[in-house]
């Protein structure tokens, strides 16, 4: 490998580059090694799942920032605390914090599949791993600035959910934000993400939905419940696959509220709704602590009401499926969102032989996940638990998205905003990552050859991508 | 009685086994039982390399048999594709260390193939 020259900044991704899942960049510029997320693939298992953690020496790291609690950004991270010599300093904000303790929890049950045949654990870790990194776990304030060891860094909201946080940091008079996942659209409880009051030299930024664009919020709305609507007066069933906390929530005030304002129509609460999820009641207090951080909106509700917005007049919360009594039309929203295994996929392989049942997918799908699959309509689908065996596919399959990812002409806007004369996309499949690329650099086509080229990076995984800071910032900073 | 060959993933701090009966193990049977034990799937999304942890030269020969007893480190790394956008081939020296790694999985040994 070559040696870095002084002035060379270095980005460097062990997973999320050119792949949505295991999202983990590292950067190094002027000694200091920061290293961004620590997802698992959601599509993959076990060691699969994780970002390719032996291509970096991770004891070189200071400091590793988690940008929010999604599976795909945090659950590697007691791997990377227990299992690896990792020995920098972790930060999240305070919600992230209080939702990871029991999301993860949540993950080592789902995949607890038991020990083979050496002893080996099958687990990527386990309860006590979880606890006693924890512990390790700093806090961030959004808006304040923490420095470690000269890197400094602020946190400032990303909308996607509940925590979520894009990071500015400045090392050596350079600054690079990392906008992790994010939505510049304010909905039923969180504010657009932020854009931060000083510049970037460096932007790393999702690239999810690359050039595509989103129907209006209100539209989506409305289709959403239309369709379960439709769905249920015929006396069918709606499964709604979700990950168990943030969008789920989002669903769930809409649907909230269309069943009370619907009540004649839907027979008077002869359809019920369920949330097949103990996370997601066992989170309700975290999503009350934290309504400061939410939108004036849901702050007023809370306010005016004096109760909780996430406790649902129309929704009741399932602990098991032995309970549930499935005897005529109902809405019910599971977990897992990408219908890997779990309460979902159950669900989905009892009602999917059914024509008038309809499965509606709500948030991103992951290339090579079970959600991706049925949206392909297959004529029938691999049962779980009989690997041998298929379940004939008669039901409807639609799918209307409240991922809170930016569209195209978000994101550019936001990355006009940002004004950063480099780019690395990251967060995103090949294909809408590359059509990005190409737009953006079409965009900033004429200031091509300028001092103020844009340069934009779409680099794969363990490829690194290689800057040159000279002069002004340097000699800058060399003043101060 | 069972044999044992130690490995350990570059980025771990613990060190795992493989055991089975008999003086030592093909690289390739090594890699193979690795990939099984951790359930790493068809080998089509990653690579897998060995080394010796002594040397940190790597095992590029499958057919090389590591006696038992021995310690590896093993490297997960992304697959790569055969050829390289710039027209380049497979290079003799690291011809093992490109493509991906299921090959280990379907159980059909490489074939060098030579150049036409
Ligand atoms: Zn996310
Ligand atoms: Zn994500």
Same mark, same amino acid.
């Given at each position: 490998?070559?040696?870095?020259?002084?002035?060379?900044?270095?980005?460097?991704?062990?997973?999320?580059?050119?792949?949505?899942?295991?999202?983990?960049?590292?950067?190094?510029?002027?000694?200091?090694?920061?290293?961004?997320?620590?997802?698992?693939?959601?599509?993959?298992?076990?060691?699969?799942?994780?970002?390719?953690?032996?291509?970096?020496?991770?004891?070189?790291?200071?400091?590793?920032?988690?940008?929010?609690?999604?599976?795909?950004? #945090?659950?590697?991270?007691?791997?990377?605390?227990?299992?690896?010599?990792?020995?920098?300093?972790?930060?999240?904000?305070?919600?992230?914090?209080?939702?990871?303790?029991?999301?993860?929890?949540?993950?080592?049950? &789902?995949?607890?599949?038991?020990?083979? /045949?050496?002893?080996?654990?099958?687990?990527?870790?386990?309860?006590?791993?979880?606890?006693? /990194?924890?512990?390790?776990?700093?806090?961030?304030?959004?808006?304040?600035?923490?420095?470690?060891?000269?890197?400094?860094?602020?946190?400032?909201? #990303?909308?996607?959910?509940?925590?979520?946080?894009?990071?500015?940091?400045?090392?050596?008079?350079?600054?690079?934000?990392?906008?992790?996942?994010?939505?510049?659209?304010?909905?039923?409880?969180?504010?657009?993400?932020? &854009?931060?009051?000083?510049?970037?030299?460096?932007?790393?930024?999702? /690239?999810?939905?690359?050039?595509?664009?989103?129907?209006?919020?209100?539209?989506?709305?409305?289709?959403?419940?239309?369709?379960?609507?439709?769905?249920?007066?015929?006396?069918?069933?709606?499964?709604?696959?979700?990950?168990?906390?943030?969008?789920?929530?989002?669903?769930?005030?809409?649907?909230?509220?269309?069943?009370?304002?619907?009540?004649?129509?839907?027979?008077?609460?002869?359809?019920?709704?369920?949330?097949?999820?103990?996370?997601?009641?066992?989170?309700?207090? &975290?999503?009350? =602590?934290?309504?400061?951080?939410?939108?004036?909106?849901?702050?007023?509700?809370?306010?005016?009401?004096? =109760?909780?917005?996430?406790?649902?007049?129309?929704?009741?919360?399932?602990?098991?499926?032995?309970?549930?009594?499935?005897?005529?039309?109902?809405?019910?929203? #599971?977990?897992?969102?990408?219908?890997?295994?779990?309460?979902?996929?159950?669900?989905?392989?009892?009602?999917?032989?059914?024509?008038?049942?309809?499965?509606?997918?709500?948030?991103?799908?992951?290339?090579?996940?079970?959600?991706?699959?049925?949206?392909?309509?297959?004529?029938?689908?691999?049962?779980?638990?009989?690997?041998?065996?298929?379940?004939?596919?008669?039901?409807?399959?639609?799918?209307?998205?409240?991922?809170?990812?930016?569209?195209?002409?978000?994101?550019?806007?936001?990355?006009?905003?940002?004004?950063?004369?480099?780019?690395?996309?990251?967060?995103?499949?090949?294909?809408?990552?590359?059509?990005?690329?190409?737009?953006?650099?079409?965009?900033?086509?004429?200031?091509?050859?300028?001092?103020?080229?844009?340069?934009?990076?779409?680099?794969?995984?363990?490829?690194?991508?290689?800057?040159?800071?000279?002069?002004?910032?340097?000699?800058?900073?060399?003043?101060? | 009685?069972?044999?044992?060959?130690?490995?350990?993933?570059?980025?771990?701090?613990?060190?795992?086994?493989?055991?089975?009966?008999?003086?030592?193990?093909?690289?390739?049977?090594?890699?193979?039982?690795?990939?099984?034990?951790?359930?790493?799937?068809?080998?089509?999304?990653?690579?897998?390399?060995?080394?010796?942890?002594?040397?940190?030269?790597?095992?590029?020969?499958?057919?090389?048999?590591?006696?038992?007893?021995?310690?590896?480190?093993?490297?997960?790394?992304?697959?790569?594709?055969?050829?390289?956008?710039?027209?380049?081939?497979?290079?003799?020296?690291?011809?093992?260390?490109?493509?991906?790694?299921?090959?280990?999985?379907?159980?059909?040994?490489?074939?060098?193939?030579?150049?036409?």
């Amino acid at each position: 490998m070559e040696q870095l020259s002084n002035s060379s900044f270095k980005f460097f991704s062990l997973g999320g580059s050119n792949e949505v899942g295991r999202s983990c960049h590292i950067l190094q510029f002027k000694g200091k090694t920061i290293m961004l997320d620590a997802g698992v693939h959601p599509a993959y298992e076990g060691l699969s799942s994780l970002p390719f953690y032996d291509e970096f020496d991770l004891s070189t790291i200071d400091v590793l920032l988690i940008s929010h609690f999604h599976v795909d950004h #945090a659950a590697s991270l007691p791997y990377v605390m227990q299992k690896t010599n990792f020995q920098g300093r972790v930060f999240m904000t305070h919600p992230t914090k209080a939702i990871y303790r029991w999301l993860l929890r949540d993950f080592v049950r &789902v995949t607890s599949i038991g020990a083979s /045949s050496s002893g080996k654990d099958e687990n990527l870790y386990s309860d006590e791993d979880l606890a006693e /990194s924890f512990d390790r776990i700093e806090t961030v304030d959004f808006h304040s600035t923490v420095e470690v060891n000269g890197i400094k860094f602020t946190a400032f909201h #990303a909308g996607h959910v509940l925590g979520a946080a894009m990071y500015q940091l400045e090392i050596a008079g350079i600054r690079i934000l990392f906008t992790g996942d994010y939505s510049r659209e304010v909905d039923r409880h969180l504010n657009s993400a932020e &854009v931060p009051p000083l510049p970037s030299d460096v932007l790393i930024v999702e /690239s999810t939905f690359g050039t595509a664009t989103h129907e209006p919020r209100a539209s989506r709305e409305r289709k959403l419940t239309q369709l379960i609507h439709n769905t249920v007066i015929k006396g069918g069933r709606v499964l709604l696959p979700v990950f168990a906390l943030g969008r789920a929530q989002e669903i769930m005030l809409i649907l909230d509220e269309y069943w009370s304002n619907h009540s004649d129509d839907l027979g008077g609460g002869q359809v019920p709704i369920y949330y097949a999820s103990n996370l997601a009641r066992k989170c309700m207090n &975290v999503f009350q =602590t934290y309504v400061n951080m939410m939108n004036d909106d849901i702050r007023r509700k809370f306010r005016d009401s004096q =109760t909780n917005p996430f406790i649902f007049k129309n929704i009741s919360y399932l602990k098991n499926l032995e309970e549930f009594q499935d005897f005529g039309p109902s809405v019910m929203l #599971a977990s897992p969102g990408m219908l890997q295994s779990g309460l979902s996929r159950d669900i989905l392989e009892k009602w999917c032989p059914e024509g008038k049942n309809l499965v509606l997918i709500t948030g991103y799908s992951i290339e090579g996940t079970m959600a991706k699959f049925l949206m392909l309509e297959p004529e029938s689908i691999p049962s779980i638990n009989n690997p041998e065996s298929t379940i004939p596919r008669r039901c409807q399959v639609d799918e209307i998205s409240f991922a809170a990812h930016v569209d195209f002409q978000e994101n550019l806007e936001f990355i006009e905003q940002i004004s950063a004369n480099n780019i690395i996309l990251v967060h995103g499949e090949s294909n809408p990552m590359g059509r990005l690329k190409s737009a953006l650099l079409s965009n900033f086509g004429s200031l091509k050859g300028t001092e103020n080229e844009v340069r934009v990076f779409n680099p794969r995984n363990c490829v690194e991508v290689i800057l040159e800071f000279k002069g002004i910032k340097i000699a800058k900073a060399v003043g101060n | 009685m069972s044999s044992t060959i130690f490995y350990r993933f570059r980025s771990q701090r613990d060190t795992n086994r493989i055991l089975f009966d008999g003086t030592g193990l093909t690289v390739f049977d090594l890699k193979r039982e690795i990939i099984h034990e951790n359930k790493l799937g068809d080998g089509t999304h990653f690579q897998l390399r060995l080394y010796n942890p002594d040397t940190n030269d790597e095992y590029d020969d499958d057919s090389q048999v590591i006696p038992r007893s021995s310690s590896v480190v093993a490297r997960r790394s992304p697959a790569v594709r055969a050829f390289s956008a710039n027209g380049g081939g497979m290079s003799k020296g690291s011809s093992a260390s490109l493509g991906n790694a299921a090959r280990y999985v379907t159980g059909k040994p490489r074939v060098l193939q030579k150049k036409q």
